[in-house]
Protein backbone atom coordinates (compact mmCIF):
# COMPACT_ATOMS: atom_id res chain seq x y z
CA UNK A 1 0.00 0.00 0.00
CA UNK A 2 1.10 3.90 -0.82
CA UNK A 3 0.49 5.96 1.76
CA UNK A 4 0.70 9.93 1.61
CA UNK A 5 0.41 11.97 5.02
CA UNK A 6 1.14 15.82 4.85
CA UNK A 7 2.02 16.18 9.03
CA UNK A 8 2.09 19.50 8.87
CA UNK A 9 2.06 22.58 6.25
CA UNK A 10 2.33 26.38 7.00
CA UNK A 11 4.94 28.74 7.90
CA UNK A 12 5.33 27.34 11.23
CA UNK A 13 6.75 23.78 9.98
CA UNK A 14 6.19 21.31 7.13
CA UNK A 15 6.75 17.68 7.15
CA UNK A 16 5.00 14.83 4.81
CA UNK A 17 5.68 11.05 5.49
CA UNK A 18 5.58 9.18 1.98
CA UNK A 19 5.25 5.22 2.22
CA UNK A 20 5.58 2.67 -0.53
CA UNK A 21 6.58 -0.76 -0.50
CA UNK A 22 8.67 -1.60 2.66
CA UNK A 23 10.14 2.39 2.51
CA UNK A 24 9.03 5.50 4.74
CA UNK A 25 10.38 9.01 3.68
CA UNK A 26 9.60 12.30 5.65
CA UNK A 27 9.93 14.91 3.71
CA UNK A 28 11.04 18.15 5.42
CA UNK A 29 11.44 18.24 9.30
CA UNK A 30 9.97 21.44 10.11
CA UNK A 31 8.43 20.60 13.56
CA UNK A 32 10.11 19.63 16.70
CA UNK A 33 11.33 16.02 17.27
CA UNK A 34 8.92 15.64 19.99
CA UNK A 35 5.54 17.36 18.06
CA UNK A 36 6.42 15.11 14.64
CA UNK A 37 6.43 12.04 16.56
CA UNK A 38 3.11 13.19 18.28
CA UNK A 39 1.78 13.79 14.91
CA UNK A 40 3.47 10.51 13.52
CA UNK A 41 1.36 8.72 16.34
CA UNK A 42 -1.58 10.76 16.03
CA UNK A 43 -1.87 8.74 12.20
CA UNK A 44 -0.97 5.72 13.17
CA UNK A 45 2.55 5.97 11.57
CA UNK A 46 5.62 4.43 14.18
CA UNK A 47 8.75 7.09 14.20
CA UNK A 48 11.31 4.01 14.12
CA UNK A 49 9.86 2.76 10.73
CA UNK A 50 11.27 5.89 9.03
CA UNK A 51 14.29 5.13 6.30
CA UNK A 52 15.63 8.71 5.66
CA UNK A 53 14.71 12.11 5.60
CA UNK A 54 14.43 14.17 2.08
CA UNK A 55 14.86 17.66 2.14
CA UNK A 56 12.94 20.32 -0.30
CA UNK A 57 15.25 23.83 0.97
CA UNK A 58 17.07 25.33 4.37
CA UNK A 59 14.47 27.88 5.76
CA UNK A 60 13.43 27.03 8.97
CA UNK A 61 10.32 25.52 8.68
CA UNK A 62 11.28 23.28 6.80
CA UNK A 63 14.62 22.44 8.82
CA UNK A 64 13.82 23.60 12.16
CA UNK A 65 14.03 19.56 14.00
CA UNK A 66 15.98 17.90 11.31
CA UNK A 67 18.96 16.93 13.37
CA UNK A 68 17.61 15.90 16.48
CA UNK A 69 15.01 14.02 14.45
CA UNK A 70 18.17 12.10 12.35
CA UNK A 71 20.34 11.93 15.13
CA UNK A 72 17.24 10.09 16.77
CA UNK A 73 16.19 7.86 14.48
CA UNK A 74 19.97 7.19 13.36
CA UNK A 75 18.76 7.94 9.44
CA UNK A 76 19.77 9.68 6.28
CA UNK A 77 19.25 12.94 5.49
CA UNK A 78 19.13 13.81 1.89
CA UNK A 79 19.87 17.28 0.47
CA UNK A 80 21.29 18.93 -2.53
CA UNK A 81 24.71 19.54 -2.02
CA UNK A 82 23.64 23.82 -2.39
CA UNK A 83 20.98 23.13 0.81
CA UNK A 84 23.07 21.12 2.49
CA UNK A 85 25.93 24.11 2.47
CA UNK A 86 23.06 26.92 3.35
CA UNK A 87 21.78 24.61 6.33
CA UNK A 88 25.43 24.54 7.61
CA UNK A 89 25.90 28.09 7.30
CA UNK A 90 22.57 28.60 9.06
CA UNK A 91 23.39 26.54 11.90
CA UNK A 92 27.23 27.44 12.38
CA UNK A 93 27.86 30.78 10.85
CA UNK A 94 30.55 31.60 12.71
CA UNK A 95 32.80 28.49 12.17
CA UNK A 96 35.58 29.88 10.69
CA UNK A 97 36.70 27.24 7.61
CA UNK A 98 35.86 26.61 4.50
CA UNK A 99 32.86 24.17 3.16
CA UNK A 100 35.39 21.21 2.00
CA UNK A 101 37.39 21.11 5.15
CA UNK A 102 34.17 21.59 7.54
CA UNK A 103 32.66 18.37 5.10
CA UNK A 104 35.88 16.79 5.66
CA UNK A 105 35.73 16.86 9.24
CA UNK A 106 32.50 15.58 9.39
CA UNK A 107 33.50 12.54 7.78
CA UNK A 108 37.03 11.96 10.13
CA UNK A 109 34.00 12.74 12.81
CA UNK A 110 31.34 10.20 11.70
CA UNK A 111 34.31 7.30 10.95
CA UNK A 112 35.31 7.96 15.49
CA UNK A 113 31.52 7.84 16.10
CA UNK A 114 31.40 4.49 14.57
CA UNK A 115 34.43 3.27 15.93
CA UNK A 116 33.23 4.28 19.62
CA UNK A 117 29.80 3.05 18.65
CA UNK A 118 29.50 0.58 21.66
CA UNK A 119 29.92 3.69 23.71
CA UNK A 120 27.61 5.57 22.41
CA UNK A 121 24.34 7.35 24.32
CA UNK A 122 20.81 7.73 23.35
CA UNK A 123 20.22 10.80 22.18
CA UNK A 124 17.15 12.41 23.66
CA UNK A 125 13.97 14.35 21.78
CA UNK A 126 14.20 18.18 22.30
CA UNK A 127 12.09 19.15 25.44
CA UNK A 128 9.90 22.40 23.52
CA UNK A 129 6.49 21.05 22.58
CA UNK A 130 4.70 22.52 19.68
CA UNK A 131 5.97 23.40 16.35
CA UNK A 132 9.34 25.28 15.84
CA UNK A 133 8.71 29.12 14.58
CA UNK A 134 9.66 30.26 11.23
CA UNK A 135 11.60 32.89 12.42
CA UNK A 136 13.92 30.98 14.41
CA UNK A 137 17.66 32.38 15.43
CA UNK A 138 20.57 30.38 15.77
CA UNK A 139 20.58 31.26 19.22
CA UNK A 140 16.55 29.94 19.48
CA UNK A 141 17.58 26.57 16.76
CA UNK A 142 20.72 26.02 19.27
CA UNK A 143 17.73 25.04 22.29
CA UNK A 144 16.58 22.29 19.56
CA UNK A 145 19.83 20.78 19.80
CA UNK A 146 20.64 17.98 22.25
CA UNK A 147 24.01 18.77 24.92
CA UNK A 148 26.15 16.14 23.69
CA UNK A 149 25.46 17.74 19.89
CA UNK A 150 25.73 21.01 20.84
CA UNK A 151 29.35 21.73 19.58
CA UNK A 152 28.38 20.81 16.17
CA UNK A 153 24.74 21.46 15.61
CA UNK A 154 24.92 20.55 11.97
CA UNK A 155 25.95 16.60 13.12
CA UNK A 156 23.68 13.85 11.24
CA UNK A 157 24.27 10.23 11.27
CA UNK A 158 24.50 9.71 7.31
CA UNK A 159 24.28 13.07 4.59
CA UNK A 160 23.81 12.18 1.05
CA UNK A 161 23.93 14.69 -1.78
CA UNK A 162 21.55 14.50 -4.93
CA UNK A 163 21.48 16.88 -7.96
CA UNK A 164 17.94 18.43 -9.15
CA UNK A 165 16.54 16.72 -12.51
CA UNK A 166 18.29 12.93 -11.34
CA UNK A 167 16.20 9.89 -10.46
CA UNK A 168 16.89 8.93 -7.20
CA UNK A 169 16.22 5.78 -5.53
CA UNK A 170 15.39 5.68 -1.65
CA UNK A 171 14.65 1.77 -1.21
CA UNK A 172 10.82 1.10 -2.83
CA UNK A 173 10.56 4.67 -3.89
CA UNK A 174 11.40 6.53 -7.38
CA UNK A 175 12.27 10.24 -6.28
CA UNK A 176 12.44 12.42 -8.97
CA UNK A 177 13.23 16.17 -8.10
CA UNK A 178 13.08 19.39 -9.78
CA UNK A 179 13.98 23.25 -9.35
CA UNK A 180 11.68 25.48 -7.80
CA UNK A 181 11.78 29.01 -7.71
CA UNK A 182 11.98 30.17 -4.46
CA UNK A 183 14.72 32.73 -2.10
CA UNK A 184 16.54 29.65 -1.23
CA UNK A 185 20.06 27.87 -2.13
CA UNK A 186 18.97 25.31 -4.04
CA UNK A 187 15.47 24.38 -3.75
CA UNK A 188 13.78 21.55 -5.12
CA UNK A 189 10.28 19.98 -5.35
CA UNK A 190 9.82 16.11 -5.79
CA UNK A 191 7.62 13.41 -7.63
CA UNK A 192 7.88 10.17 -5.46
CA UNK A 193 6.92 7.36 -7.40
CA UNK A 194 5.94 3.67 -5.72
CA UNK A 195 3.93 0.60 -6.96
CA UNK A 196 2.44 2.53 -9.43
CA UNK A 197 1.63 5.64 -7.86
CA UNK A 198 3.00 9.09 -8.38
CA UNK A 199 2.87 11.91 -5.84
CA UNK A 200 4.36 15.07 -6.01
CA UNK A 201 4.96 18.06 -3.48
CA UNK A 202 4.79 21.56 -5.01
CA UNK A 203 5.55 24.39 -2.48
CA UNK A 204 7.34 27.71 -1.82
CA UNK A 205 7.68 28.68 -5.28
CA UNK A 206 6.72 32.19 -6.94
CA UNK A 207 5.62 30.55 -9.60
CA UNK A 208 5.12 27.53 -11.68
CA UNK A 209 7.83 27.39 -14.64
CA UNK A 210 7.41 25.25 -17.50
CA UNK A 211 9.72 22.40 -15.93
CA UNK A 212 7.72 22.39 -12.86
CA UNK A 213 4.57 22.06 -15.15
CA UNK A 214 6.32 18.83 -16.80
CA UNK A 215 6.34 17.59 -13.58
CA UNK A 216 3.27 17.41 -12.47
CA UNK A 217 1.38 15.97 -15.66
CA UNK A 218 0.37 12.55 -15.00
CA UNK A 219 0.47 12.37 -10.97
CA UNK A 220 -2.08 10.39 -8.71
CA UNK A 221 -2.07 13.02 -5.74
CA UNK A 222 -0.92 16.70 -5.91
CA UNK A 223 0.24 18.70 -2.92
CA UNK A 224 0.29 22.71 -4.39
CA UNK A 225 1.21 25.86 -2.71
CA UNK A 226 -1.88 28.28 -2.46
CA UNK A 227 -0.33 30.44 0.14
CA UNK A 228 -2.09 33.95 -0.23
CA UNK A 229 -5.04 35.69 -0.73
CA UNK A 230 -3.58 38.97 -3.27
CA UNK A 231 -5.93 41.21 -1.16
CA UNK A 232 -4.93 40.33 2.72
CA UNK A 233 -1.62 40.26 1.40
CA UNK A 234 -1.71 43.92 0.35
CA UNK A 235 -3.61 45.06 3.26
CA UNK A 236 -2.49 43.11 6.03
CA UNK A 237 0.39 43.75 8.66
CA UNK A 238 3.88 42.22 6.84
CA UNK A 239 6.26 44.89 6.19
CA UNK A 240 6.37 46.48 2.65
CA UNK A 241 9.52 44.40 2.31
CA UNK A 242 8.06 41.09 3.44
CA UNK A 243 5.28 41.21 1.14
CA UNK A 244 6.87 42.26 -1.98
CA UNK A 245 9.39 39.00 -0.80
CA UNK A 246 6.16 36.81 -0.79
CA UNK A 247 4.48 38.45 -4.23
CA UNK A 248 8.28 38.00 -6.15
CA UNK A 249 8.75 35.22 -8.62
CA UNK A 250 10.86 33.91 -5.71
CA UNK A 251 8.59 34.23 -3.23
CA UNK A 252 5.31 31.82 -2.49
CA UNK A 253 1.78 30.93 -5.23
CA UNK A 254 -1.04 32.97 -4.11
CA UNK A 255 -4.49 31.19 -4.69
CA UNK A 256 -5.35 33.10 -7.78
CA UNK A 257 -2.00 31.90 -8.97
CA UNK A 258 -2.73 28.12 -7.75
CA UNK A 259 -6.52 28.31 -9.48
CA UNK A 260 -5.13 29.69 -12.91
CA UNK A 261 -2.58 26.85 -12.89
CA UNK A 262 -5.59 24.25 -12.08
CA UNK A 263 -7.77 26.30 -14.88
CA UNK A 264 -5.42 26.44 -17.86
CA UNK A 265 -2.42 23.88 -17.04
CA UNK A 266 -3.58 21.15 -14.60
CA UNK A 267 -4.21 17.40 -17.07
CA UNK A 268 -6.76 16.63 -14.41
CA UNK A 269 -5.21 13.07 -13.89
CA UNK A 270 -4.55 13.52 -9.87
CA UNK A 271 -7.27 11.56 -7.76
CA UNK A 272 -6.15 13.97 -5.06
CA UNK A 273 -5.07 18.04 -5.04
CA UNK A 274 -4.49 19.59 -2.08
CA UNK A 275 -3.72 22.88 -1.40
CA UNK A 276 -0.81 23.38 1.14
CA UNK A 277 1.87 26.60 2.92
CA UNK A 278 -1.23 28.12 3.64
CA UNK A 279 -0.63 31.77 5.19
CA UNK A 280 -2.62 32.32 8.55
CA UNK A 281 -1.91 35.77 8.38
CA UNK A 282 -2.82 36.23 4.61
CA UNK A 283 -5.27 33.77 3.78
CA UNK A 284 -8.63 32.01 4.95
CA UNK A 285 -8.68 27.58 4.17
CA UNK A 286 -12.29 28.68 2.56
CA UNK A 287 -10.58 31.17 -0.15
CA UNK A 288 -8.34 28.77 -0.87
CA UNK A 289 -10.60 26.33 -1.22
CA UNK A 290 -13.62 28.33 -3.39
CA UNK A 291 -10.54 29.55 -5.81
CA UNK A 292 -9.60 26.23 -6.22
CA UNK A 293 -13.14 24.60 -6.62
CA UNK A 294 -13.62 27.12 -9.30
CA UNK A 295 -11.18 26.31 -11.15
CA UNK A 296 -11.97 22.64 -10.92
CA UNK A 297 -15.13 22.47 -11.47
CA UNK A 298 -14.74 24.95 -15.14
CA UNK A 299 -13.20 21.89 -16.92
CA UNK A 300 -15.79 18.82 -16.74
CA UNK A 301 -13.13 16.38 -16.66
CA UNK A 302 -11.90 17.42 -13.22
CA UNK A 303 -15.40 16.88 -10.87
CA UNK A 304 -14.07 13.56 -9.95
CA UNK A 305 -10.81 15.16 -8.29
CA UNK A 306 -10.75 15.27 -4.41
CA UNK A 307 -9.68 18.30 -3.29
CA UNK A 308 -8.30 18.84 0.50
CA UNK A 309 -6.06 21.37 2.50
CA UNK A 310 -3.73 20.92 4.34
CA UNK A 311 -3.61 22.45 7.63
CA UNK A 312 -0.35 24.06 10.04
CA UNK A 313 -1.65 22.45 13.67
CA UNK A 314 -2.86 19.27 13.03
CA UNK A 315 -2.34 16.42 10.73
CA UNK A 316 -4.63 15.31 7.59
CA UNK A 317 -5.63 12.06 7.32
CA UNK A 318 -3.65 9.43 5.11
CA UNK A 319 -4.24 8.99 1.84
CA UNK A 320 -3.74 5.57 0.68
CA UNK A 321 -3.59 3.92 -2.55
Given at each position: ??????LASG???????????????????????????????????????????????????????????????????????????????????????????????????????MAEA?????????????????ELTT???????????????????????????????????????????????????????????????????????????????????????????????????????????????????????????????????????????????????????????????????????????????????????
Open positions: MVRFTVSKGNCTVISGGNTRILVDAGLSCRELFRRMRLVNEDPATLDAIIITHEHSDHVAGLAVTARKLGIPVYFTEGTHRAWVRWLSPRKQMTYTQWLEQCRKQAAARDAATVEECDPEDGEASAAETAELVPAKAAKDPTSLPSVQFFQAGKPLQIGDILVSSFTIPHDAADPVGFVFQAEGVRMAVATDLGYIPPNVKAQLKGVDLLLLESNHDLEMLRDGPYPWSVKQRVLSRVGHLSNEAASTYLETEYDGQAAYVILGHLSESNNLPELARIAAERALLGRASLLCNHLLLAEQHEPMTTICF
